[in-house]
C-alpha cells in the first residue's frame, strides 16, 4: 500500500481528482460537431455540461457523508465502477436526450473519486500541510485539462466524439484498478450515526455555522463558476465566433489550462511566504483583473483591432491563474476545522460550487446564443472574480478580530 508523504500517493489522488476535468475537457472540441451529428442546437448540446454539473453537485451530497461513516475505500470503489459503465453507456448515446442523462450519470459517478481524493488528504495531512498537498495535486492534475481538449481534438478529427467517451471509461478503469491495489484505508474517526438524510442534514446545518467555512464555499463557487463559463463556452466562442480550427482550439485550451497550472505552483510557493489568506486574496484579484481586462479587450477590440481570438485567451490565462492559486487553498481552509467531517466539508463546498457552476453556466449559455458575441463571458469572468475579492475581504476582516481575541 502507499504510504503518506510520498509522491506515489500524492499522484494516485491526483489521477483520482483528475477525472472530473477530464470528463468535462475532453470532448469540449466535438461540441459544435455534436450539434450536427445529434441534430440538436447549441443550447442543448451545452445541457450536457451543465447535466454533468447538477450530477457532480448531487453526487456531492452523497459521498462524503457516506465515507464519513463506511470508509473511503469501498465507497471511492463503488463510484468508480459505476463511472467506467455510464462513460461506456454514452458512448453509444442515440440521440441528445440520452447523452444529457448518461452525463448526468457519469458525473454523479466522477465525483466520489473528487469529493473523497480530497477527503484524503484532510485525513493525511493537517494545516499548510494539507494545503501544499492539494496545490501538488492541483499541480499534477492541471495536466489534464492542459491535454485533454487537443487530444479530444484529435480523436474528433479521425475518429469522432465517441471515442471519448470510450477513452474516459479506460482512464477510470485504469486508476480504479491502481486504486484497488494500492491505495489504503485512511478514515481512523469515524463520524456518529448512520447515513440518513436527517444525519446529513445535521452535518451540514453544524458546518454552516462556521463564518469561515461560508466564505470559503462562496470564493470556490464564484471564482469556479466564472471558469465554468469558459469551460461550457469556450468551444463555441473560439471556433464558431474567432474561426479557431478543432486543434488550434484545443491549443488555445491547454493553454489556459497551463496557466492554471502555474497559479497552483505560485501558490504553493507563496504559502510560506504570505500564508493562506494573503495568498487566496493575491488570486481572486488575478480573477478579477482577468475578467475585467477581457471585457474591455472585447469592447475596446471591435473598434480598434477588429475580433481577435487574443482577447479572450491572454485575460482567460490570468484568471486561471486565480483559478489555480485559490480553489486548493480555500478548499484546505475550508475543511481545516473539521477533521471528523472531512468528508461532509468537502460534499458540502463541492455541491454549492457544481450547483452555482450549473446555474450560471446554464445562463450564460442562453446569451451566448442570444447576443451571438463574446461579451456574456467576459462580463460573468468580471462579476464572479469581483464577488470572490469581496468574499476573501470578508473572511479576512472576520478572521482578524478572531486573531485578536
Aim: charged share 10%.
Amino acid at each position: 500500500m502507499l504510504k503518506p508523504d510520498t509522491f506515489a500517493l500524492t499522484a494516485l489522488l491526483a489521477a483520482l481528482t483528475a477525472l472530473g476535468p477530464l470528463s468535462t475537457d475532453m470532448y469540449l472540441p466535438s461540441l459544435p460537431a455534436m450539434t450536427k451529428a445529434l441534430g440538436t442546437d447549441i443550447p442543448s448540446v451545452q445541457l450536457t455540461l451543465s447535466a454533468y454539473m447538477f450530477g457532480f453537485a448531487l453526487g456531492q451530497i452523497v459521498y462524503g457523508p457516506l465515507s464519513d461513516r463506511n470508509g473511503r475505500r469501498p465507497v471511492l470503489l463503488a463510484g468508480m465502477a459505476l463511472y467506467v459503465v455510464a462513460s461506456l453507456v454514452a458512448a453509444t448515446a442515440w440521440s441528445i436526450e440520452a447523452l444529457i442523462a448518461m452525463r448526468f450519470v457519469q458525473a454523479f459517478a466522477a465525483c466520489a473519486p473528487v469529493v473523497i481524493g480530497r477527503s484524503i488528504v484532510r485525513d493525511l495531512y493537517h494545516g499548510s500541510r494539507a494545503a501544499r498537498e492539494l496545490g501538488l495535486m492541483g499541480t499534477i492534475m492541471g495536466v489534464v485539462p492542459a491535454a485533454a481538449p487537443l487530444l479530444g481534438a484529435l480523436v474528433e478529427t479521425f475518429a469522432g466524439w465517441r471515442l471519448n467517451f470510450g477513452l474516459m471509461a479506460a482512464a477510470g478503469a485504469l486508476i480504479a484498478t491502481i486504486a484497488a491495489l494500492r491505495l489504503p484505508e485512511t478514515l481512523h474517526t469515524r463520524a456518529e450515526g448512520r447515513f440518513s438524510i436527517p444525519t446529513v442534514i445535521g452535518d451540514f446545518r453544524h458546518l454552516l455555522r462556521h463564518p469561515s467555512f461560508r466564505l470559503n464555499v462562496t470564493i470556490m463557487s464564484v471564482v469556479f463558476g466564472g471558469l465554468f463559463t469558459f469551460i461550457s463556452g469556450s468551444s463555441f466562442i473560439l471556433q464558431e465566433m474567432y474561426g479557431l480550427a478543432e486543434i488550434t482550439y484545443g491549443i488555445a485550451f491547454g493553454a489556459c489550462a497551463c496557466a492554471f497550472v502555474s497559479g497552483t505552483l505560485i501558490g504553493r510557493r507563496l504559502i510560506g511566504r504570505r500564508g493562506i489568506d494573503r495568498t487566496i486574496a493575491i488570486g481572486t484579484w488575478c480573477a478579477t483583473a482577468g475578467g475585467w481586462i477581457m471585457l474591455a479587450a472585447i469592447g475596446l477590440g471591435s473598434q480598434l483591432w477588429g475580433r481577435n481570438p487574443f482577447e479572450v485567451i491572454l485575460p482567460m490565462m490570468l484568471y486561471m491563474i486565480g483559478v489555480g492559486m485559490t480553489q486548493p487553498l480555500a478548499m484546505a481552509r475550508a475543511m481545516m476545522p473539521f477533521p471528523s467531517h472531512a468528508g461532509a466539508a468537502s460534499s458540502l463546498s463541492g455541491f454549492a460550487q457544481m450547483t452555482f457552476a450549473a446555474l450560471v453556466g446554464v445562463g450564460v449559455a442562453a446569451l451566448l446564443e442570444w447576443a451571438a458575441a463574446p461579451w456574456p463571458l467576459a462580463a460573468s469572468l468580471a462579476v464572479m472574480g469581483t464577488i470572490g475579492a469581496l468574499a476573501e475581504w470578508a473572511h479576512g476582516r472576520h478572521a482578524a478580530p478572531a486573531a485578536g481575541h
